[in-house]
Every structure is written in structure tokens, then in C-alpha cells.
Nanobody
Framework: QLQLVESGGELVQPGGSLRLSCAAS????????IAWFRQAPGKEREGVSC????????RSANSVKGRFTISRDNAENTVYLQMNSLKPEDTAVYYC???????????????WGKGTLVTVSS
């Protein structure tokens, strides 16, 4: 079964950038679409971006369009989330998850990582 591990979260100032990574193991990575979700304290989980198994199709939430970019390297079994122009409201634990198709609905995900914390604050 596919296992996912997120990394790259840290404290960053407003307006700054971060790149998150989602590394996969124990499965056939290029069969799966991968999505990023986030959950801030006291708020519901939100789908952020997804990418299909080939990297040809992506979707993003309106809240991050134009600022976040999702990509993948199937040779490295890794999906990336490049986050630019970060805002305090982007503060959350970010999770990656796998599914059969690109989706921002968490109920369609089969496998989840444990998350990485992103804090945007001055």
C-alpha cells in the first residue's frame, strides 16, 4: 500500500515562499493522483491542489490559485507544492493524499500522510 511522507513545512514570514514535498514508497506511485489538503486549528479540512498520475491535469482551490503550484516527478516518486506570496491564513497542517483521480474531496482519498506544519507569521 502506498505510503506518503510530507516535508518542508516551517515558519515563514508573510509574502515568503515554501516548497512542500510528498514522498511516496511501497506502491506504484505513477498509478495515483496526489492531492494536497490543509487543516488550520478550529477549521475544516480544505482541499488545496491535486495532480493526476501523469502530471498533465491539475486543479487548485480558489484561495490558492495564482500563488500555489503543484507538480510531480514520477522518477523520484515525489509531488511538490510550491507556495508563493504566503499569507497568515495559509497557516495549517498540510497533508498529501493519494487517489485514483485528481480530486479536492478528501472523502475520495485512499492513503494519507501524517502532515507537515506551515506557519506564516511575522
Amino acid at each position: 500500500q502506498l505510503q506518503l511522507v510530507e516535508s518542508g513545512g516551517e515558519l515563514v514570514q508573510p509574502g515568503g515562499s515554501l516548497r512542500l514535498s510528498c514522498a511516496a514508497s511501497r506502491g506504484t506511485f505513477d498509478f495515483y493522483a496526489i492531492a494536497w489538503f490543509r487543516q488550520a486549528p478550529g477549521k475544516e479540512r480544505e482541499g488545496v491542489s491535486c495532480i493526476d498520475n501523469t502530471g498533465s491535469t491539475t486543479r487548485s482551490a480558489n484561495s490558492v490559485k495564482g500563488r500555489f503550484t503543484i507538480s510531480r516527478d514520477n522518477a523520484e516518486n515525489t509531488v511538490y507544492l510550491q507556495m508563493n506570496s504566503l499569507k497568515p491564513e495559509d497557516t495549517a497542517v498540510y497533508y498529501c493524499a493519494a487517489a485514483g483521480y485528481c480530486s479536492l474531496n478528501g472523502n475520495t482519498m485512499n492513503n494519507w500522510g501524517k502532515g507537515t506544519l506551515v506557519t506564516v507569521s511575522s
